[in-house]
């Protein structure tokens, strides 16, 4: 029996895109235990809604997360379009899972360079960041904004994509798919990826399920969950099926996240396919009254949103549950008895996202 | 498994040269929806202070006495509701964002009203 140490990790440190602490109970160079403590960027955004009406609110829920804003403004304007019992134009559903998809590749393939950087390997992290970048010239060129779009509106979107852009977002993608492709080969084949992945922070299908794991690390042990599967937006008609690996290490991680490209891809494609013509906004008229509860799939995970109205004009109450947060349990079970060297890839292997969780 | 996995995506990189903008030498060209800032054409504003009110920051502040309009830009989320909301469509959204500065100054804009035309 070795030493027992305590380190803390975090809030900040250099392989952390946003605050959060664990102490590392240690024996030796193996990690016993962890305690997480959150609450570092709490910005009171639930509380808000209270003080702006429920149309404003809409550009507050964007602005939850960075890297899903587009789904958080999404899930929120679902519950209220619920509570009015509103079918918005079937033109906003597909321009809305476009939108979607689009933010998924953007996350993952941020999360892909992120994840390289974190086991040194510089190279593959500016691969994955400049892929990106194409994705966020195709957001500024649809929506005007780069990382909040604000088109995601109660009713519908508030802009509309031609067909001319939209073949043009085809083909860029098209290209893209070959730059990926090159780009996971790596990933999938590199020695010194499967060294520092492979058999790494192992979460089995029953710690997964009965953590409550969700999105990607809960799919790479073998649950098939997948929120899109319920079919909202225009997700009842395209085809596709959840991506799942059943090893449950780090490495299975990466495999599903990757894999969850090339479908992203594919699902815009059969969108810009199907797309009808039509309205893309239908007028919402008065003050929401009851209460909703939706689904849905972020590229984290599943998201909860829940809103409940008082017939005013602001909301009484609205609940956000974040991926993050329910992943968190899960990361301690695969922190235990991982090597402090391997802390910084299994807390990056979740995809933490913070500011969602707190706020 | 695989030693030089990543060998052939460097050494196209190496031919291809940088795929950065060399920044102050060559400019990025904006698209025509970026949402940069917002102005406004004071001359056709009648002052019912609906943006101020739907403002999701209280950037804006409408003065209906003074005819006066002013926004403070760095409050400002450039979200485009004010815009959407105008009765007159006199606010736009340009396309340049606002220059960095070191003090927040508001941006007032006053309508003439008492002027009179040259001809009379």
Same mark, same amino acid.
Do not use: H
């Given at each position: 029996m070795g030493k027992r140490t305590v380190i803390p990790f975090g809030p900040q440190h250099p392989v952390l895109p946003e605050p959060i602490h664990l102490d590392l109970v240690l024996v030796d160079e193996t990690v016993e235990s962890a305690i997480p403590r959150i609450g570092y960027i709490h910005r009171g955004l639930e509380k808000l809604v209270e003080k702006k009406d429920f149309q404003q609110y809409t550009y507050v829920a964007e602005r939850i997360c960075g890297i899903c804003s587009f789904m958080h403004g999404m899930g929120y304007c679902m519950a209220v379009e619920s509570i009015f019992e509103a079918d918005i134009p079937e033109r906003a559903k597909f321009l809305r899972t476009i939108w979607a998809e689009l933010s998924r590749l953007h996350s993952h393939l941020l999360w892909l360079g992120l994840m390289a950087d974190a086991f040194g390997f510089e190279s593959l992290f500016m691969q994955s960041w400049k892929l990106r970048e194409l994705i966020l010239d195709i957001f500024e060129e649809t929506t005007g904004g780069r990382v909040i779009f604000s088109v995601c509106d109660i009713g519908g979107v508030r802009r509309d994509i031609d067909g001319a852009t939209l073949n043009k977002i085809v083909n860029i993608l098209t290209d893209m798919e070959k730059e990926l492709r090159e780009i996971s080969h790596v990933f999938f084949n590199d020695h010194s990826v499967k060294l520092r992945t492979q058999g790494v922070g192992v979460l089995s299908k029953q710690a997964a399920f009965d953590l409550g794991a969700v999105g990607p690390m809960a799919r790479a042990s073998?649950?098939?969950?997948?929120?899109?599967c319920r079919g909202y937006a225009a997700y009842d008609r395209i085809k596709f099926k959840p991506i799942v690996e059943t090893e449950g290490d780090s490495f299975a991680r990466i495999s599903v996240r990757i894999k969850e490209l090339f479908q992203a891809i594919s699902i815009i494609k059969q969108c810009v396919a199907l797309i009808p013509e039509g309205d893309i906004k239908m007028k919402i008229t008065g003050n929401p009254s009851g209460e909703h509860f939706t689904r849905l799939e972020q590229p984290r995970g599943e998201v909860v949103y829940y809103a409940k109205a008082n017939g005013t004009k602001y909301l009484d109450r609205l609940r956000v549950r974040t991926p993050t947060f329910a992943n968190v349990p899960a990361l301690l079970e695969t922190l235990k008895g991982c090597a402090l060297a391997d802390v910084p890839i299994l807390i990056l292997t979740i995809d933490p996202c913070i500011s969602c969780t707190e706020r | 498994m695989s030693y030089f996995s990543m060998s052939k995506i460097l050494l196209k990189n190496l031919f291809h040269g940088p795929y950065t903008t060399l920044y102050p030498i060559k400019k990025k060209e904006s698209f025509?929806?970026?949402?940069?800032r917002i102005e406004i054409e004071?001359?056709? +504003?009648?002052? +019912?202070?609906l943006c101020q009110r739907r403002c999701p920051t209280g950037a804006i502040k409408v003065d209906k006495a003074n005819t006066k309009w002013s926004i403070e830009r760095f409050q400002c989320i450039q979200c485009n509701y004010c815009s959407e909301v105008c009765p007159k469509k006199c606010l736009t959204m340009e396309n340049q964002y606002t220059s960095p500065a070191h003090e927040k100054v508001r941006d007032e804009r006053i309508k003439c009203t008492n002027i009179q035309s040259p001809n009379t």
């Open positions: 073998g649950i098939k969950l997948d929120m899109r | 025509g929806r970026t949402r940069g004071i001359d056709s +504003c009648i002052f +019912c202070g």
